[in-house]
């Protein structure tokens, strides 16, 4: 029975240490702590193993042999322990210290080998008999000293808030179980039979596999959790406080680029960019999609953090077509307003002036009836000409201008206000020719072209004497060109005067050039090239 028991003790202890080990080097952070751990268990294990094979009948070399297999496992579990306890509570180890804590473990291991010639680490070496000599009893007090520094390091880094409460515990545990229970067995107060030792290596290995599944030891998070993250439909990145990554579900690492084991400074710069402080960042990625990154330091883990990715595209999308409708809502209040004012003009100014071009019409009829009754002063009749010219110009600037209010602004097509305008000329023809395709992305031009194509139309008709005009509108990738070609009298010289001054600052304000030709009797040229530019609406 008792043969039975410690087999199964034996298999649980190397059972529970390779799941521990397995989950370790599959699972957490890779660095010289986990490594140190991995180490420990390994060491159990061999420790172990042989121990199965004892029950079986052999020689004494086989049994030596086994042993030696075994003393493997128990020369280096004090320092492998010391080691990891010291690196765990933050502890830095000297390559000096490395060597004399394993040096003194390798020789004692070498006088294990060499036991024949000295019989210093064992006395007496039989199949029914093991007498220990005095090297394995310094070696036994090496082994407990490391043991318990490396349990006084972890009591140490708890007092300085270094080591968590339940971790603390774990580690004592695992630790205090085994070496007392040797002691118990080497000092003889314990009669069993057997070494108790590894058997109880069977609990302490069960206590760091529950501490490493179910209490995040050496941030390996809990498994239960990893299905959590990887079902939910944000990016999670679990980063430690060595400022490595340790976790990101499958969606923070299509959208974020990254894996585990890399550094967290990659994700973390996105937040230097804008504010250290700050604990939340808006940015884009590659595939359009808008992202808000959120940081959650871990309370009393210095460095510790965890990294929540939401896609907030939808929100920026709807708030994308709010501003559209504001900007819609806002250009059909506008356009309203200047229909009402055109109209108000229209049926108040427009009557005015019609009447009172009807009065001067009426009081020039008169006029002349009487000038071949009466024999009147004929200057009257160039004063009354001038005046039934100005209030004709009068009704055309006006009509010139309700189109204008009526036409909106610089989001209408160019086109479009071209041909209203020419259309609204009586007193000259105007023909107009397009070249090329006008589309939105000339619309910013609308009111420049529109400004001075009238201006240029009112110089023909007051200095000019035009009865022709040619307007051509050139659609061109980058720009627009606008030709005007008049067959008025002419000059030898251009004075600009307010209208074509008027057409430069325009044209200039929107980054384009103008050109102005003319020859007694050669008519007047205008030539005007604006850039295109992408305007963007503001609310």
Not at 300 to 319: H, N
Not at 491 to 499: F, L, N, R, T, Y
Request: charged share 20%; glycine share 8%.
């Amino acid at each position: 029975m008792t043969v039975v028991f410690l087999q199964f003790a034996y298999l649980a202890a190397i059972g529970f240490c390779g799941c521990a080990s397995g989950w370790l080097i599959l699972r957490a952070d890779q660095n010289r702590v986990t490594r140190a751990l991995i180490l420990c268990q390994a060491l159990i294990i061999i420790w172990c193993a042989p121990q199965l094979f004892l029950v079986f009948p052999m020689s004494r070399e086989i049994k030596y042999l086994l042993y030696g297999i075994s003393y493997i496992g128990i020369s280096l579990i004090g320092p492998s322990w010391l080691t990891f306890s010291l690196l765990y509570c933050g502890r830095k180890i000297g390559r000096g210290s490395c060597f004399g804590l394993y040096g003194i473990a390798a020789f004692d291991y070498v006088m294990f080998l060499t036991n024949e010639l000295h019989h210093l680490f064992y006395r007496r070496f039989e199949l029914a008999e093991v007498i220990y000599g005095p090297v394995f009893y310094f070696h036994m007090t090496y082994t407990y000293i490391c043991v318990l520094g490396g349990m006084a390091a972890v009591l140490s880094g708890f007092r300085k808030k270094q080591v968590p409460p339940v971790h603390v515990a774990v580690i004592l545990l695992a630790a205090a179980v085994p070496l007392g229970f040797n002691m118990l067995y080497l000092s003889g107060a314990v009669n069993a039979g057997f070494d108790l030792t590894p058997p109880v290596f069977a609990l302490s290995s069960f206590l760091m596999l529950m501490a490493v599944f179910r209490y995040d030891f050496l941030d390996v998070d809990v498994a239960a959790s990893r299905q959590i993250f990887a079902s939910i439909a944000e990016g999670i990145v679990i980063c430690n406080k060595r400022g490595r990554i340790t976790y990101c579900n499958e969606v923070a690492s299509r959208w974020m680029q990254v894996r585990r084991g890399d550094e967290s400074g990659i994700v973390m710069e996105r937040f230097r960019a804008e504010d250290p402080e700050k604990n939340e960042t808006v940015f884009q990625i590659s595939d359009g999609k808008t992202l808000r990154l959120r940081r959650h330091d871990l309370w009393g883990r210095p460095g510790a953090r965890i990294l929540v990715a939401t896609d907030i595209s939808e929100y920026y999308e709807r708030l994308r077509q709010s501003r559209e409708l504001a900007v819609s809502q806002r250009r059909l209040a506008m356009e309203r307003e200047r229909n009402r004012i055109a109209q108000e003009v229209h049926d108040t100014t427009g009557h005015t002036l019609t009447m009172l071009n009807s009065l001067l019409k009426l009081i020039h009829i008169s006029y002349m009836e009487e000038t071949k009754q009466k024999g009147l002063d004929p200057q009257v009749e160039e004063y009354l000409g001038q005046a039934r010219e100005l209030v004709s110009g009068g009704i055309r600037e006006l009509r010139w201008s309700i189109n204008h209010l009526r036409q909106g602004t610089e989001w209408e097509l160019v086109t479009q206000g071209v041909f209203q305008l020419a259309s609204s000329v009586r007193e000259m023809e105007v023909e107009v020719e397009i070249q090329g395709e006008d589309g939105p992305k000339y619309s910013c031009l609308s009111a420049t072209v529109y400004q001075c194509l009238r201006e240029a139309i009112t110089n023909s008709l007051k200095y000019a004497g035009a009865s022709h005009m040619d307007v051509i509108v050139k659609f061109e990738e980058e720009d627009v060109s606008l030709y005007i070609f008049d067959n008025g009298r002419g000059c030898s010289s251009i004075k600009e005067s307010h209208g074509l001054q008027g057409i430069r600052e325009r044209v200039s304000k929107a980054g384009g050039e103008a050109r102005f030709l003319s020859s007694e009797g050669e008519g007047f040229q205008t030539f005007i090239r604006l850039p295109v530019r992408q305007k963007e609406e503001q609310l």
